[in-house]
């Protein structure tokens, strides 16, 4: 659903690396290699991640679409090299190799094994598994910290947090003082990126046991953007909804089962007459503001200047440890599902993955409705029509 922009992922887990290209942003926007690596860094941490966190160290190269520090308008490339390459040169060769690597069969339940080794007649799941990986996300916080930096251009911010791992739940609510960057300042910081300490050391704990017992956690986060104007998306058309189009971008997300804006599912248990925003003049500023913000920040699919909350529910990781029963794809014998490195919980690094997804969406947005080919002619558009 994205209109202005354009982006592609491509690679594999264990490949060369990964590369992935974003068309549309305006010309005139000041990047560095050092500030994507800053947030490709956010991604890697996090509690209960696998011993891969201790190889990677990403780090982007920019390979085009920009010049002496500055964005030419042009598609924007990236290449993010597998510094672990050496050791999978021969089982992920490109070319044709005497002796093959010997096939994956088993296929994890809660994986996309079974159906993509279905899907494309493939022997070996390996020739799904490499893509199917959350590894490919890294990408995506590279290209999303182009889409961070341009809507800061325009005080446009977006930060995120963990609210629970497993049964370990954090109920604090985001002090209104706190700007979604520093949110993430604050919360980076902990290794769960949970504000209330208490309940980090519960989520902890919850990781702990996991860990020992070979098995995963799936937890929930909440993603908040502060700055935006009137008018993002539209009503007009189901594929036009700013709600949709986040939806869709945050449920592409590997292991995310659920997308929430504002209070979600729990609205329901409120009338109608609690549950609307009431209209109000702001007594500072004499512009109109809201008593409250259950709607998220979004009615009837375009952004009401008001924060946009959304939040996102992960399923526990399904490649086990301690691997559940499966069935063998060429011998149809029972065995148990295939190993690979995993996580035992990876509810962190998703947070941060959705701000990415986040910020290519409200980029988008925000391009289609000021329009411009460089950062003064959005700034211009943005100061002479928009409304906030």
């Known amino acids: 659903m994205m209109r202005k922009l354009r982006w592609l992922t491509a690679g594999e887990s264990h ?13 005139g926007m000041d990047i560095t290699e050092d500030y994507i690596a800053f947030h490709l860094t956010r991604r890697q941490t996090g509690y209960g ?41 021969h089982i992920m060769s490109i070319t044709p190799t005497e002796q093959p ?11 996309g094994d079974l159906a993509g080794v279905m899907k494309y007649s493939f022997s070996d799941i390996r020739n799904v598994l490499e893509r199917a990986s959350a590894r490919e996300t890294a990408m995506r ?47 980076d910081s902990s290794p769960v990126r949970c504000l209330d300490k208490q309940a980090e050391q519960e989520m902890i704990k919850v ?32 594929d036009l909804k700013l709600k949709a189009r986040l939806g869709e971008a945050i449920m592409s997300i590997n292991a995310i089962e659920g997308v929430e804006i504002g209070l979600g599912f729990s609205g329901t248990q409120h009338p109608g007459s609690c549950f609307q925003d009431e209209i109000i ?29 959304l939040r996102a529910a992960m399923k526990p990781l399904p490649t086990l440890m301690k691997p559940l029963k499966s069935v ?18 990876a509810v962190p690094a998703a947070s941060v993955v959705a ?28 100061k002479e029509t928009g409304r906030f």
């Open 49 to 89: 991640r696998g011993k891969r966190m201790n190889i990677e160290e990403d780090r982007a190269e920019i390979y085009a679409g920009v010049r002496h520090g500055m964005t030419l308008g042009s598609p924007i490339a990236l290449v993010l090299p597998n510094k672990d390459w050496d050791n999978w040169r």
């Open 355 to 382: 701000e990415s997804m986040v910020c290519l969406v409200l980029a988008d947005a925000l391009l289609e409705k000021f329009g411009g080919d460089h950062m003064e002619q959005v700034r211009v558009s943005i």
């Open 141 to 187: 916080v590279a290209l999303g910290s182009l889409a961070r930096k341009f809507l800061l251009e325009f005080d446009i911010e977006v930060g995120s947090r963990v609210l629970s791992i497993h049964s370990a739940t954090d109920q604090s609510a985001v002090p209104s003082s706190l700007s979604p960057e520093n949110l993430n300042i604050h919360v």
């Open 281 to 309: 003049t702001d007594e500072e500023t004499g512009g109109l503001t809201r008593t409250s913000n259950n709607a998220g920040g979004i009615e009837a699919g375009m952004s009401n200047a008001q924060p946009i909350v």
């Open 15 to 27: 490949g060369k690396g990964l590369i992935g290209i974003l068309e549309g942003l305006p010309a």
């Open 328 to 345: 063998d794809i060429q011998t149809g014998e029972s065995g148990l599902a295939h190993k690979e490195r995993t996580d035992a919980c």
């Open 207 to 238: 990781v702990d046991s996991a860990k020992q017992k070979g098995d995963s956690v799936g937890g929930t986060f909440e993603v908040l953007t502060t700055g935006l104007p009137y008018g993002l998306g539209s009503h007009i058309q189901w």
């Open 101 to 111: 690597a010997r096939p994956i069969t088993l296929p994890r339940p809660g994986h």
